[in-house]
């Protein structure tokens, strides 16, 4: 049996760094002329690093197209991936990136060796998860998660600090990497298949 399987790129495939010092609060630094820090737990940039929304613009104008070039991948996520691929499943990735971002996503997935089969710029992913047939999701958000786990799909979320404030439930399995991550498809196809593991 060969499923389709739904994955984030931003804090799932991209290594952001260290909650404390990660590229988007190194960008910060170097962007804005004073200390920047983490302040709130939270995904919205504003109030996680208490800039106002003509800072975050102008952050974004200036500098996402630096960070979306320059951040890491995790190199785990590539071995799991190119086995899955191997092994003839569907790779569907969906960011919420805008569209414009496109060439310099595509560029970045094939720098480091990333394969996947589809790459949707759509930041609604419940509705595309369900028009796609996924059978399971990874992402970082809290409320993609919830959004997507409402359509019955399961979802793996990646712990961050931005959901350290949801421990999961039957539908979202919360995990810290890769590893854990890997662990838990192994658990899928298990469930989902008779001779079990990546088969
Ligand atoms: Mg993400």
Redesign the pocket.
Known sequence: MKYNFGI?????LTDEGPDHNSIWQQKMNEFFDREITLKEYTYDLREAFAINDQELNEFIQEKIEEIYINVKAVARAREILKELYDKGHRLILI??RSEEHRSITESWLKENNIPYHELHHEDQKAPLAVEKDISLFI???KE?ALEIAARNIPVILVSKYHNHDFEGNEQITKVKDWDEIKANLDLFFSKNTHTGKLS
């Open positions: 984030d790129i931003d804090g799932v960011t919420a992402d970082d958000k993609n």
